[in-house]
């Protein structure tokens, strides 16, 4: 149980910053996600809480103790790796064993807390097995699993899920954010997955370039993302973004009443719809390029009349639409997000529209 | 792991193939050791008119002898020593360089430029440098109070070409285990500093486990090349004396065939070396493969 506050948490290599200045504070018990394309910063940041990478400058205050020079061991917090780490030559429960006896844990408590661990993880039956004899779900539970018995201020993940398979994963993720509430451990996660990101955050960090793009609860990032690069990142397929010419001349543009300073328009694919709602619309007409059936929703890729601008938008079901065939797409005002291209960021303010 | 095969149409072909490699193992390998294990039954009289065969006369004769029994017992001070001293310096110089991030690469070059150095000339630079009278060694080790002549100490003597010998190994020791310590995983001794285990601790239960086979692998090696590849050295420093202090069996073997030309016991002492270095090899696979696993 603690806080993690980062203060102005800067990394360089030699000349090059790889992480520019980060403030942040998790709550207690509070799951942050870290996401961001790869090169972000975000593993060199987890890295940094976790005493693998010195820190250029700034503050690092675990349960409110400043630990920037702390030795890993010394910080009270426990990592799960993206390749596990788990040490070959011993068995499950030497695994689990092994930070618990550097401690000098009495062997009743070592034992104790290995059998709830193993409980917890369903992972008892494979105490005595060495960890090449393991299935990848599994070790990633035995890597949970080292980190649970340690009992520590905080959890600390390095995108544990993408060496697993996407069935795995998604079970995996499941399990981790139900073990998280269940424990109410404080936890900082790093991955590169959105839809993870967005599962499992209680607020999430979108990072880009070692700098902090937005931070807010998954639907705050998704409903106001706060940046060109949020919209873009967040959400799959990613927001349509479309310059202000392309549909200057559009029906229903008049009305939407855009801030100053306006020049990038975001909609969410599946904030545009084919059959016009009722209101002020706005409407664009486009010819289809291409239906991609998915399921319980189709992807169709448009290309907007006189810009050329291609579009998706996801529809309900399997429309009959042929390709090349003239549609009209309409949003709602409300469901626009304004964006000023050159400072990349949103031109509305930001309390959020009803 | 998956073999790759390939199908010769013609059945002569493939033997054509392994005819060279074959003829050089045959002519230099197997012909000679058969011969050795022929003359070891043999016995020449003084002028070499003729041999007479007499079953292990020469191994009766060989066991019975003093001088080779002390000779096994300076081979096994001189090959245990040799391995532990070259492994364990190697290690430490190995550990070391693999901390190092900037310049890992010059260290590793440096490193192994005493492995292109010929036995021999190894020998003659260490005879120099402890050469009682013209040597910096003595000359120093003097200074402490110590009276270094390995030419009459035969401890002195062995000292010195367990050092000798053990300097030239070091190169290749170090270049295996800078590879085996490459190939443990980074992550894994983070998790063990995680885990709260200090640098020594993480080397003795994580980094050094895992260099187990490269351990065991630089330890038949290592043996193998104290109790023959050292002839040179022993040649160039000590030639096996003083008081056959340093006169370990490949050294022997050659002393009693070519200088003594006793050519009947040295052949019977090159097949006993043989043996014992076929039974070792066979020990430590066996004990490998059951106890290098994870």
Known sequence: ?354 | MQTKRTIFPNKLLPYLLLAPQLAVTLIFFIWPAVQAVKSSFEREDPFGFKTTFIWFDNYKRLFADPTYLNSVGKTAVFAVSVTLLAMSVSLLLAVSVNRVLRTNRLYTTLLVWPYAVAPVVVGILWWFMFNPSIGIAPYLLRGLGINWNHRIDGSHAMLLVIIAASWKQISYNFLFFVAGLQSVPQSLTEAAAIDGAGPFKRFWTIVFPLLSPTTFFLLIVNINYAMFDTFGIIDATTSGGPAQATNILVYKVYADGFLGLNIGSSAAQSVVLMLIVIALTAIQFRYIERRVQY
């Open chain 1, 1 to 354: 149980m603690a806080t993690i506050n980062l203060v102005d948490l800067k990394k360089n290599y030699g000349s090059v910053p790889a992480v520019k200045g980060i403030n942040l504070s998790v709550k207690d018990g509070e799951l942050i996600v870290l996401v961001g394309p790869s090169g972000c910063g975000k593993s060199t940041l987890l890295r940094m809480v976790a005493g693998l990478e010195s820190v250029t400058s700034g503050r690092i205050e675990i349960a409110g103790r400043d630990v920037v020079k702390a030795e890993p061991a010394e910080r009270d917090i426990a990592m799960v790796f993206q390749n596990y780490a788990l040490y070959p030559h011993m068995t499950v429960r030497q695994n689990l064993e092994y930070g618990l006896k550097n401690r000098g844990t009495p062997r009743e408590e070592i034992d104790r807390r290995v059998k709830e661990a193993a409980d917890i993880l369903e992972i008892g039956p494979m105490l005595d097995r060495k960890p090449r004899q393991l299935s990848g779900g599994q070790r990633q539970r035995v890597a949970m699993g080292r980190a649970i018995v340690r009992e520590p201020a905080a959890f600390l993940f390095d995108e544990p899920l993408s060496n697993l398979d996407a069935k795995l994963r998604v079970q995996m993720r499941v399990e981790i954010r139900k073990l998280q509430r269940r424990l109410k451990t404080t936890s900082l996660y790093v991955t590169h997955d959105q839809l993870e990101a967005m599962t499992l955050a209680d607020r999430l960090v979108v990072m880009n370039n070692g700098l902090v793009e937005q931070l807010g609860t998954p639907t705050e990032v998704y409903d106001r993302p706060a940046t060109l690069f949020v919209a873009g990142f967040i959400g799959s397929p990613p927001m349509n973004l479309l310059s202000l010419e392309s549909i200057a001349g559009a029906p229903g543009f008049e009305g939407l009443n855009l801030p100053d300073g306006t020049d990038v328009i975001g909609i969410r694919p599946d904030q545009l719809v084919l059959d016009q709602p009722t209101g002020q619309n706005l409407a664009l007409a486009a010819s289809v390029e291409l239906l991609e059936p998915i399921g319980g929703e189709s992807h169709l890729h448009v290309r907007l009349t006189g810009s050329n601008q291609a579009v998706i938008l996801s529809v309900p079901g399997r429309p009959d639409i042929a390709e090349g065939a003239a549609v009209t797409l309409y949003a709602r005002p409300a469901d626009l997000h304004p964006f000023n291209r050159e400072s990349g960021r949103r031109t509305d303010t930001a309390v959020a529209n009803p």
